[in-house]
């Protein structure tokens, strides 16, 4: 029963961890603002935090493949001239600048970190000029969390019987 257990436990923080971490690095200037891109796979949902220290003017993020529902069109968001969103590509210009945004559930739901990091290229502009500087990180949902608190407490338990 004790390794079965702990196996258990293993798969679900194996299979669980890889959700925590996904990151889309750009190359910016020295001085830049940073922002950061978090997404929810349970919903979809796309949020884009801004440091505080230069407003977003140009903020593009494109697919190698359909990764965007164009259902769920984030259109209070996209009202200028040249705003884009297709199943590849979500672009937004403000030439007044911009700071946090929620794009709402823009992305197919249950992207892993890996896809993510592979898919998908981000790139943009701050208010007076310079490249965006983020981040793309994977927000796991509650029940993910939970399934890793459990997996831990059944290793750590399994432990201390041992002990």
Request: aromatic share 8%; hydrophobic share 45%; glycine share 14%.
């Amino acid at each position: 029963m004790r390794k079965i257990q702990f196996a258990l436990g293993l798969v679900l923080v194996a299979c669980f961890s890889g959700l925590v971490n996904a990151q889309i690095s750009t190359a910016g200037k020295t001085g830049d603002g940073v922002f950061s891109i978090a997404y929810y796979p349970e919903t979809g949902g796309l949020v884009m935090e801004n440091d505080g220290t230069a407003a977003v003017t140009t903020f593009e993020l494109v697919a190698s493949e359909e990764l965007f529902v164009v259902d769920n069109k984030p259109t209070a968001l996209l009202g200028g001239l040249f705003d884009v969103f297709t199943g590849v590509k979500l672009f937004k210009l403000d030439p007044a600048g911009y700071s946090d945004l929620d794009w709402g559930p823009v992305l197919k739901p249950g992207l892993t970190a890996d896809e993510l990091g592979a898919k998908l290229k981000l790139s943009g502009s701050h208010l007076g000029g310079g490249a965006l500087a983020g981040d793309l990180r994977v927000v796991p949902e509650p029940s993910s969390m939970v399934m890793i608190a459990l997996g831990l407490l059944g290793l750590v338990s399994i432990r201390r019987k041992r002990s």
